[in-house]
């Protein structure tokens, strides 16, 4: 693949990405900050500490929201765009549309769902804020686990696929990465530090929106994203009459 085609996928999956943040921004605005506004009332209602806001409340959820989405759509188009590039042609012989969904929907399991499923996403007042360092660095190592153990399973199932045909192949790659998962679930420690009287439906519809935002950001770059690089890739003839008519003017 030369250097211009990696340059046009590159600028179309940034752009396909900060379409793809434009949708999740609604979603996240919509169905997010709602369940958030009403942590920070439960948490200033078990409070006796008032501390003074550096950034308003308001603007963190309009202008600071919108700018947090969009960078990291933005971001994710680029990267996700690169990764396009080495496995076109690498995963099967695929479209360049399918490729890009194929890739997204990896993705998205790979490093959303997967870490979601062993740390949950959690609102304001949830979680002590001295441990914040270590959820963090905990979310990120099993995000790094699954990312790499997704890539592991694609290459098994590739070498694996001209013996075993490419079915079971794909069988026994992804029952590899679901094992070494649950292995992962098993040895990484637990984080609870949900408070006992914490709304249970609260906590809910905030994971709940928050995985919505996220299968929104990649269900639709995706899809933008596989559009575009078709449109690149194979582009679509000229019409039998535009021929025509360039064949009479120039007769």
Known sequence: MNSAIVRGLLVRGMLAGLASGLLALVVAYFLGEPRID???????????????EIVSRSLQS???????????????????????????????????RATAAL????????????????????????????????RTTLYFLMMALSVLLAIAAVIVGKRLAPALGNWWATVVAVAGFALAIGLAYAFLPAVNEVPEDFSATLLWQFRVAALAVQLTLWTSFGLVFGHLAERLLHPKPATASLATGQEAATA
Not at 38 to 52: F, G, N, Q, R, T
Not at 115 to 128: C, E, I, M, R, T
């Open 103 to 134: 890739l997204s929907a990896a993705a998205l399991v790979a490093v959303y769902v997967v870490p979601f499923l062993k740390y949950p996403a959690n609102p304001p007042s949830v979680g002590d804020p001295e441990t914040i360092g270590k």
């Open 38 to 52: 009403a942590a920070i009332a439960y948490e200033e209602s078990h409070s006796h500490e008032h501390e003074m």
């Open 62 to 96: 309009t202008a600071g929201l919108a700018t947090g989405v969009l960078v990291f759509g933005v971001a994710l188009g680029g990267i996700a765009a690169l990764a396009y590039c080495f496995a076109l042609g690498r995963v099967g012989r695929f479209t360049p």
